[in-house]
């Protein structure tokens, strides 16, 4: 229950309002909701990370980094991904069998969103994710200077 007054709360709510960030064009579907139709099923965020900052490409090695992730779906997202865009497959080009997963410029786009969640998670959730239990900040997560390229847009 609130302690303002109705006046206080209206100017709040007016506030809150002018403060709000609209889009300066039209969409005729969300961007964000559009992208988490492929990007929020479960399990597809960690393997772009996997194959886009691990460097994990490999099917099987893909399935034991991520602990729950059956082979069956993970055979349907890399579909789903390669479908979207988001990673293509590459054969090996000694045995054509051996077949590893790399991202796509669209892929790549990603990287700053997997980069900006882990600096997410590691500022509120620092009590699951570090065993010290203390938040960490992005620099000290990634001082590689790769990672700073990456959050600029620079490839």
Not at 16 to 33: G, H, L, M, N, T
Not at 130 to 154: C, N, T, V
Request: proline share 6%; glycine share 6%.
């Amino acid at each position: 229950m609130s302690h303002r007054s109705e006046d206080q709360q209206s100017e709040l709510a007016h506030n809150d309002y002018d403060s709000a960030i609209w889009p300066q064009v039209k969409f005729i579907q969300c961007p964000i909701k559009t992208s988490l139709g492929v990007l929020g099923k479960k399990w597809t965020l960690l393997i772009l990370r996997d194959i886009g900052f691990l460097k994990i490409v490999r099917f099987n090695r893909i399935l034991e980094s991520i602990p729950g992730l059956t082979p069956r779906v993970l055979s349907m997202r890399l579909r789903e991904l390669e479908e979207e865009g988001f990673i293509e497959r590459v054969e090996g080009k000694r045995d054509p069998i051996m077949v590893v997963w790399s991202l796509t410029e669209k892929g790549r786009d990603t990287r700053p969103i997997l980069i900006q969640l882990t600096a997410f998670g590691s500022k509120w959730h620092a009590d699951i994710v570090f065993e010290d239990k203390r938040p960490r900040s992005l620099y000290e997560i990634f001082p590689q200077p790769e990672a700073s390229k990456i959050m600029r847009g620079i490839r």
